[in-house]
């Protein structure tokens, strides 16, 4: 539930977000001066608006008709299946390759295996080490053309790699980075178009000094150039922990449920998606967040938080604070939000869809967006993995999902997403 730190550990925040992003995502009402999209059936209409040189895309209605169709289920089918190589030690990242495989970053094995859409294994390579084709750390893969990218964020290094496993070459990056859960990856964004996670100089903030956080891109040739700034969140938005100060120099930290916060994926041609998690619409922009190129907004209301589901999210820092009596806490109690963040995580699919996650009571749900804005379909989430580990996608309409059965096994789960009645 929390984590204890040393009184004299000093932790900085590592979000803040530029204005110009802050005004596209907040502004209160959109014109919409466009008809709506008259391919789109029933009730759903698409509009499109420009206001001082920004796309506005409001999309409103139920979307038109659309399912997640089961492909395969890469995992262990029963107890009796040990040391298999569908047994995974901890599935970290997944891939579809161009070859039509299924490619598994297994982090605690350190080794990549790959399946058929059938289910059956092709082949595995990588292994424990530090020299050529072998990992420390294997915290995610992805492609860039026809090479397999792989991240070493212990031994900093992206790997490079053909479908058959061998070893063609490493690019350098910053080392002996540990933590960070499924933050430290790579992000897909095109057929040939990565970007990585970096960390970048320090600044000061309030708390002390932070590294700036970055994605580097990359693709089949190397890095390109292209460096996007992770946005951070404003210093007024509302705090998601509480910080206690206890017994002999403890700091103890709790998280504040239901506070949204700043969720972002980097995109092609070095634009930038964020938005935050409390309000349905989406920017894209450029510049570092100056430049808001086109905002994508969803006519969907947020749910309130329960009295029995706040009492329950709540009911373990209240036990900690009636023992620990003493705690000198900031702000004193978790602040109860008005309303449930509407938002997860989006993702940016290499074929250019974006892919939002919208967390409602009744099931979370994925929305499919066009590059243009246009919701294209909404199919129920299915189980994942709560670890962060991203979802993985490919241009012929895949879903790739990571998730632990009962027994915290992993299992991939791939989907073909299928759109029409």
Not at 181 to 189: D, E, H, I, S, T
Not at 275 to 281: K, N, P, Q, T
Not at 390 to 407: K, M, V, Y
Request: charged residues 20%; hydrophobic residues 35%; contains cysteine.
């Amino acid at each position: 539930m929390h984590r204890e730190l040393p009184l004299t550990t000093r932790t900085a925040p590592v979000f803040a977000i530029a204005p110009a992003v802050a005004l596209a995502m907040l502004a209160t009402t959109m014109t919409t001066a466009c008809a709506p999209d008259a391919s789109t059936p029933g009730d759903f209409a698409t509009t499109f608006d420009t206001i001082d040189g920004t796309v506005h895309v409001t999309n409103t209605g139920t979307p038109p008709p659309a399912r997640l169709v089961p492909v395969v289920s890469i995992g262990p089918k029963t107890l009796a299946m040990t040391d298999s190589p569908d047994e995974f030690g901890g599935v970290n990242s997944v891939a579809l390759g161009p070859d039509g495989n299924v490619y598994v970053a297994d982090g605690r094995n350190l080794e990549v295996r790959v399946f058929g859409l059938d289910g059956a294994h092709r082949r595995t390579f990588g292994r424990e080490g530090e020299g050529p084709g072998e990992f420390q750390r294997l915290s995610s893969l992805a492609w860039a053309g026809d090479r397999l990218l792989t991240f070493d964020p212990m031994l900093g290094r992206v790997g490079e790699w053909s479908a058959a496993g061998e070893w063609l070459g490493q690019l350098r990056t910053r080392g002996r980075i540990t933590g960070g859960g499924g933050a430290y990856r790579l992000f897909p964004v095109g057929p040939d178009e990565v970007y990585r996670y970096a960390l970048g100089p320090s600044y000061e903030t309030s708390f002390g000094s932070a590294l700036q956080r970055l994605y580097v891109g990359l693709n089949s040739r190397g890095e390109t150039g292209d460096t996007l700034v992770h946005l951070r969140q404003p210093s007024d938005a509302p705090s998601s922990s509480i910080t206690c100060q206890y017994g002999e120099g403890h700091l103890g930290f709790f998280p504040v449920p239901f506070v949204p916060s700043l969720t972002q994926h980097p995109g092609p041609g070095g634009v930038h998606y964020s938005a935050f998690e409390s309000d349905y619409r989406i920017a894209v922009t450029r510049n570092r967040g100056a430049d808001t190129v086109r905002v994508i907004q969803r006519s969907l209301a947020a749910e309130p938080v329960g009295d029995d589901e706040w009492d329950a999210v709540i009911r373990d820092f209240e036990e900690w604070r009636a023992e620990i009596g003493s705690a000198q806490c900031e702000p004193s109690r978790p602040i109860r939000p008005d309303a449930k963040p509407i938002l997860g995580g989006i993702y940016v699919a290499t074929d250019g869809k974006l892919w939002v996650t919208v967390n409602r009571m009744d099931g979370d749900l994925w929305e499919i967006f066009d590059a243009d804005g246009r919701l294209l379909a909404s199919v129920p989430r299915p189980p994942h993995k709560g670890d962060g580990s991203a979802p993985a996608f490919d241009p012929s309409g895949h879903l790739l999902t990571i998730r632990q059965d009962s027994l915290d096994l992993d299992h991939v789960d791939v989907w073909r997403l299928e759109r029409g009645g």
